[in-house]
C-alpha cells in the first residue's frame, strides 16, 4: 500500500461534512422514509476524494504505481463505510439518468459522465 503521508485540507473536511448535509437533506429517493447516514457520508466522501482519484487502470496505462487508485480508497474505507463501491454506484445509477437529466442519444453513461454530472450538480447547489 502507499505509505507517504498524505493529507487533507480544513477546507475539503469542511466540504466532505457539507456534502452530508446537503444528502441528508436530499430526497430524490421517494422509497426511502429517513435519509440513511452511512449512505450520506458514502456520497459525500465519494464527491470529495474519491472521484478524484484515478482508477488502477488509468495508473497502469501511465505507468504510475505511485499515486493511490479509486480501488485503493474504496477498499479502505469499505472497513469503515460498509459497500462503499456499491453504495456509490446504485446513487450514481438513481440519480444520472434519463428521468433526470436530458442526455443526448448515444452518449453512454458511464461513471466518468456520472461523476461528473453529479459533481457539478452538488457544488452548484452548495456554491464550492
Given amino acids: ?4 503521508r498524505n ?3 480544513q477546507r475539503e473536511i469542511q466540504r466532505c461534512f457539507n456534502l452530508v448535509d ?11 422514509s429517513e435519509p440513511d447516514a452511512m ?3 458514502a456520497l459525500a466522501l465519494a464527491l470529495t476524494y474519491y472521484f ?3 482508477t488502477k487502470e488509468d495508473n497502469t496505462q501511465r505507468k504510475d504505481d505511485k499515486t493511490p487508485s479509486r480501488e485503493d480508497l474504496a477498499d479502505l474505507l469499505s472497513r469503515t463505510v460498509p459497500n462503499f463501491t ?3 454506484q446504485n446513487e450514481l445509477n438513481k440519480f ?3 428521468d433526470n ?7 453512454a453513461v458511464n461513471q466518468a459522465v456520472s461523476c461528473c454530472i453529479s459533481r457539478k450538480v452538488t457544488r452548484y447547489f452548495l456554491n464550492i
Avoid: A, Q
Wanted: net charge positive; proline share 5%; glycine share 2%.
Fill in 1 to 4: 500500500m502507499f505509505k507517504e
Fill in 39 to 41: 449512505r450520506c457520508i
Fill in 7 to 9: 493529507s487533507v485540507s
Fill in 52 to 54: 478524484r482519484l484515478p
Fill in 86 to 88: 456499491e453504495t456509490i
Fill in 96 to 98: 444520472v439518468n434519463t
Fill in 22 to 32: 446537503f444528502f441528508w437533506k436530499l430526497k430524490y429517493d421517494r422509497n426511502e
Fill in 101 to 107: 437529466f436530458i442526455i443526448p442519444h448515444g452518449v
